[in-house]
């Protein structure tokens, strides 16, 4: 395979724009928006994932990371994955068996929410990434929000918007990008009013269209994706408007990586690279996703002081497993691959949201109320069917061989169980402004849940053909925030919240149930948001600790039975901002550091509980950290760096293997041809530094080695 083939066409592709174009003249308009870069830092722009109340991240008492359309465009951002790596504190990666992995404030996987679109789909493995192009803004707030969002979120909730109509008359946009190992994208978008004549429009359309291939980094490793996004939006009358969306993805992957074995013998993981690009996996293995979205939004505007909206929405998708996935070195040298697994996921999820928003008067003081109720059913059935088939092959010559040829998972899918999980929630939110300057803000949220899962396997005393279970999750946040001046503000918070006893329902058996209560947490938060020097600069700063406690762990004096006993807590700070350094020059920055240990939790290793107290949790790095510099030389000319910085993490709980640290450099050039068109030529990971992005067990899921690319972006 050729690896580097998109670089003589980076180079050719730029120089006839370079030669046919010669520098154009901009208008003051464009000249003003390159200088007002885009910034993870916004601090006066309502937000979705912090409150209900249509709040700014100055108003919210929480850490808030905002990336909006041109941040993700300005950044190059492919996928949600590179658009939530950007942000503070921070780290995801994308392993088949993991969907969107994501480690933050200690906590991983289903600990830290991800939505779409403010919808809780309750399952990680319905969070693999999305192509960036139909995303409008994705959001993050740090800690707790189960009293927003529902069950779980300890860590945290991130909220994926998508592209919809807006009034606009008409927006054509497109993007053409490619770069090496075929990697490439094709894209448009057009924003469209219904009329002949638009000032008279009453129904705006939206279409929003990506491909992206890749023959992947990885040797056999191919994946094609498809994302479209339609939506209507029509005004019915002055005060009462809908929106009808509609969303389809495809993700196909042929041979997936599922992570490179490590050398033995070895505290420090290391892998051989000579055998970096080397694909253990079947030659006919899959992982395959169709996902469709369906919301109708209808938006009423009561009076000046009173809105109603309803959201209506239904999720359908079909997730397709066929893998060999376990790979070590053996004594000979030689890699023993062994774990053969076929899975289908067919999981729908059908809800209804009302949300009421007031403002008025409370005790001669100005406050905003937001009302809801919220109801959901989930229903998924699991076809799981593994095996434990393993084999020996020469790591410089072999056949990968076919997943049909493995016995025991090439007889097809069997349904193992069917899940239901219905849940209805009551929540309530409310801003009192006490003073000028000081302001509470309280949110309460109930809910029911009820899970029903059948067996269609072989029925046992920890697998009974049927069982039900319901829980009754209540949490909470209040917090003060205060004005120092209009320009600065300080908070303090406290959160709690409540988590699943499996971390999801979606797949739980009755071993992660049986009869275990919900887990708790609770986070004390303090920070400050300001701007500085005549708003050349804007920064926050946060302070925060989470506990985590009641989850399962084994019995301290018998392996074999589990308990709920486990504690965890997390102490970290986030800080992040950005600096207008010269009217050319801006630079944008965002740390964290987090010190993750369990206070209390065991595990069973060879029929004994081993106590792991101290310890810290697999996959969580201590320090994060981004930095971008941008210097634009004329209207026409601007060029940029970037770096970020992981932290080494550990793969078993017993933190004896661990994943070293990294850093990865990247740079862009970019030129506007006018002000319609700009052509972006990019590398990432400019060192070509090997790196894993996830550790666990004996394998190393290693990141993309150094990439070139080259994109047109167009603007009508």
Not at 184 to 212: K, M, T, Y
Not at 237 to 256: C, G, I, M, V, W
Not at 427 to 435: D, I, K, S, V
Not at 480 to 497: G, I, K
């Given at each position: 395979?050729?690896?580097?083939?998109?670089?003589?066409?980076?180079?050719?592709?730029c120089?006839?724009?370079w030669?046919?174009?010669?520098?154009?003249?901009?208008?003051a308009?464009?000249?003003?928006a390159?200088?007002?870069?885009?910034?993870?830092?916004?601090?006066?722009?309502?937000i979705?994932?912090?409150?209900?109340?249509?709040?700014?991240?100055?108003?919210?008492?929480?850490?808030?990371?905002?990336?909006?359309?041109r941040?993700?465009?300005?950044?190059?951002?492919?996928?949600?994955?590179?658009?939530?790596?950007?942000?503070?504190?921070?780290?995801a990666?994308?392993?088949?068996?993991y969907?969107?992995?994501?480690?933050?404030?200690?906590?991983?996987?289903?600990?830290v929410?991800?939505?779409?679109?403010?919808?809780n789909?309750?399952?990680?493995?319905?969070?693999?990434?999305?192509?960036a192009?139909?995303?409008d803004?994705?959001?993050?707030?740090?800690?707790p929000?189960?009293?927003?969002?529902?069950a779980?979120?300890?860590g945290?909730?991130?909220?994926y918007?998508?592209?919809?109509?807006?009034?606009?008359?008409?927006?054509?946009?497109?993007?053409?990008?490619?770069?090496s190992?075929?990697?490439s994208?094709?894209?448009?978008?057009?924003?469209q009013?219904?009329?002949?004549?638009?000032?008279?429009?009453?129904?705006?359309l939206?279409?929003?269209f990506s491909?992206?291939?890749?023959?992947?980094?990885?040797?056999?490793?191919?994946?094609?994706?498809?994302?479209?996004?339609?939506?209507?939006?029509?005004?019915?009358?002055?005060?009462l408007?809908?929106?009808?969306?509609?969303?389809?993805?495809?993700?196909?992957?042929?041979?997936?990586?599922?992570?490179?074995p490590?050398?033995?013998?070895?505290?420090?993981?290391?892998?051989?690279?000579?055998?970096?690009?080397?694909?253990?996996?079947?030659?006919?293995?899959?992982?395959?996703q169709?996902?469709?979205?369906?919301?109708?939004i209808?938006?009423?505007?009561?009076?000046?002081?009173?809105?109603?909206?309803?959201?209506?929405?239904?999720?359908?998708?079909?997730?397709?497993?066929?893998?060999?996935?376990?790979?070590?070195?053996?004594?000979d040298?030689?890699?023993l691959?062994?774990?053969?697994?076929?899975?289908?996921?067919?999981?729908?999820?059908?809800?209804?949201?009302?949300?009421?928003?007031?403002?008025?008067?409370?005790?001669?003081?100005?406050?905003?109320?937001?009302?809801?109720?919220?109801?959901?059913?989930?229903?998924?059935?699991l076809?799981p069917?593994?095996?434990?088939?393993?084999?020996?092959?020469?790591?410089?010559?072999f056949?990968?061989?076919?997943?049909?040829?493995?016995p025991?998972?090439?007889?097809?899918?069997?349904k193992q169980?069917?899940?239901?999980?219905?849940?209805?929630?009551?929540?309530?939110?409310?801003?009192?402004?006490?003073?000028?300057?000081?302001?509470?803000?309280?949110?309460?949220?109930?809910?029911?849940?009820?899970?029903?899962?059948?067996?269609?396997?072989?029925?046992?005393?920890?697998?009974?053909?049927?069982?039900?279970?319901?829980?009754?999750?209540?949490?909470?946040?209040?917090?003060l925030?205060?004005?120092?001046?209009?320009?600065?503000?300080?908070?303090?918070?406290?959160?709690?919240?409540?988590?699943?006893?499996?971390g999801?329902?979606?797949?739980?058996?009755?071993?992660?149930v049986?009869?275990?209560?919900?887990s708790?947490?609770?986070?004390?938060?303090a920070g400050?948001?300001?701007?500085?020097?005549?708003?050349?600069?804007?920064?926050?700063?946060?302070?925060?600790?989470?506990v985590?406690?009641?989850?399962?762990?084994?019995?301290?004096?018998?392996?074999?039975l589990?308990?709920?006993?486990?504690?965890?807590t997390s102490?970290?700070?986030?800080?992040?901002?950005?600096f207008?350094?010269?009217?050319?020059?801006?630079?944008?920055?965002?740390?964290?550091?987090?010190?993750?240990?369990?206070?209390?939790?065991?595990e069973?290793?060879?029929?004994?509980s081993v106590?792991?107290?101290?310890?810290?949790?697999?996959?969580?790095?201590?320090?994060?950290?981004?930095?971008w510099?941008t210097?634009?030389?004329?209207p026409a000319?601007?060029?940029?760096v970037d770096?970020?910085?992981?932290?080494?993490?550990?793969?078993?709980?017993?933190?004896?293997?661990?994943?070293p640290?990294?850093?990865?450099?990247?740079?862009f050039a970019?030129?506007?041809?006018d002000?319609?068109?700009?052509?972006?030529?990019?590398?990432?990971?400019?060192?070509?530094?090997?790196?894993?992005?996830?550790?666990?067990?004996?394998?190393y899921?290693?990141?993309a080695?150094?990439?070139?690319?080259?994109?047109?972006?167009m603007?009508f």
């Amino acid at each position: 395979m050729i690896r580097n083939t998109s670089l003589v066409l980076l180079a050719s592709t730029c120089t006839v724009a370079w030669a046919d174009h010669s520098p154009v003249e901009l208008s003051a308009t464009t000249i003003d928006a390159e200088r007002a870069a885009p910034s993870g830092v916004q601090l006066d722009e309502p937000i979705r994932t912090g409150s209900k109340l249509g709040l700014t991240a100055r108003q919210t008492p929480a850490s808030v990371s905002v990336s909006d359309r041109r941040v993700i465009e300005e950044r190059g951002a492919k996928d949600t994955q590179d658009v939530i790596n950007a942000m503070t504190g921070v780290n995801a990666s994308a392993n088949p068996g993991y969907g969107g992995f994501v480690a933050y404030r200690g906590f991983t996987q289903n600990q830290v929410t991800q939505l779409y679109n403010g919808i809780n789909l309750g399952y990680s493995s319905a969070t693999r990434p999305v192509d960036a192009w139909v995303i409008d803004r994705v959001e993050l707030i740090g800690g707790p929000s189960s009293f927003l969002h529902g069950a779980g979120a300890v860590g945290g909730s991130i909220n994926y918007i998508t592209k919809l109509a807006s009034r606009d008359e008409q927006i054509i946009d497109g993007r053409i990008r490619y770069g090496s190992f075929d990697d490439s994208e094709v894209a448009f978008g057009i924003n469209q009013a219904l009329a002949s004549n638009p000032a008279d429009a009453h129904h705006f359309l939206r279409l929003d269209f990506s491909r992206g291939h890749s023959n992947g980094y990885i040797d056999r490793n191919e994946r094609d994706t498809d994302s479209l996004a339609i939506s209507l939006l029509s005004d019915l009358n002055p005060n009462l408007t809908h929106t009808l969306a509609f969303e389809y993805q495809q993700d196909k992957e042929r041979s997936p990586y599922w992570g490179s074995p490590i050398l033995p013998g070895r505290s420090t993981m290391k892998i051989d690279n000579s055998r970096r690009f080397e694909n253990y996996n079947v030659a006919d293995g899959r992982y395959e996703q169709r996902v469709r979205w369906l919301r109708s939004i209808l938006d009423y505007q009561i009076s000046d002081s009173t809105s109603v909206q309803n959201t209506l929405y239904h999720y359908d998708a079909q997730r397709d497993y066929r893998n060999l996935e376990r790979y070590s070195y053996n004594a000979d040298g030689n890699v023993l691959r062994s774990s053969p697994y076929l899975q289908r996921h067919e999981q729908t999820v059908l809800g209804d949201r009302i949300e009421l928003r007031h403002d008025n008067s409370l005790f001669g003081l100005a406050s905003q109320w937001a009302v809801g109720l919220d109801y959901s059913r989930m229903r998924q059935d699991l076809y799981p069917t593994s095996g434990s088939w393993s084999d020996v092959v020469d790591p410089d010559h072999f056949d990968p061989g076919s997943f049909e040829d493995i016995p025991g998972v090439n007889a097809g899918l069997t349904k193992q169980r069917h899940h239901q999980v219905t849940n209805r929630a009551l929540f309530a939110e409310n801003r009192l402004q006490l003073t000028d300057r000081l302001a509470l803000l309280t949110g309460l949220r109930y809910d029911y849940l009820d899970m029903q899962v059948t067996n269609y396997g072989a029925v046992t005393p920890t697998s009974p053909a049927y069982f039900e279970r319901r829980w009754e999750p209540l949490s909470g946040r209040i917090g003060l925030t205060y004005e120092l001046t209009p320009s600065a503000s300080v908070y303090v918070q406290y959160s709690t919240a409540a988590d699943l006893p499996a971390g999801s329902l979606a797949g739980a058996t009755y071993s992660n149930v049986g009869l275990f209560d919900l887990s708790k947490g609770e986070q004390w938060e303090a920070g400050s948001k300001f701007d500085f020097l005549d708003g050349r600069g804007a920064a926050t700063v946060a302070l925060y600790q989470i506990v985590r406690k009641d989850f399962a762990v084994r019995d301290s004096s018998n392996p074999n039975l589990t308990v709920q006993a486990g504690q965890q807590t997390s102490r970290g700070i986030e800080l992040s901002g950005r600096f207008q350094v010269t009217p050319k020059l801006l630079a944008e920055a965002n740390y964290a550091y987090v010190d993750a240990q369990y206070d209390e939790f065991n595990e069973a290793v060879n029929g004994v509980s081993v106590s792991r107290k101290g310890n810290a949790p697999v996959n969580v790095p201590a320090n994060v950290a981004n930095l971008w510099l941008t210097y634009s030389f004329s209207p026409a000319w601007s060029a940029g760096v970037d770096g970020r910085y992981v932290d080494s993490v550990y793969a078993d709980n017993a933190n004896t293997l661990k994943a070293p640290a990294y850093t990865l450099f990247g740079a862009f050039a970019r030129y506007r041809l006018d002000e319609h068109t700009a052509i972006t030529a990019r590398v990432r990971n400019l060192t070509d530094e090997v790196y894993a992005k996830q550790a666990y067990g004996l394998q190393y899921y290693m990141g993309a080695p150094r990439t070139f690319e080259v994109a047109m972006d167009m603007r009508f």
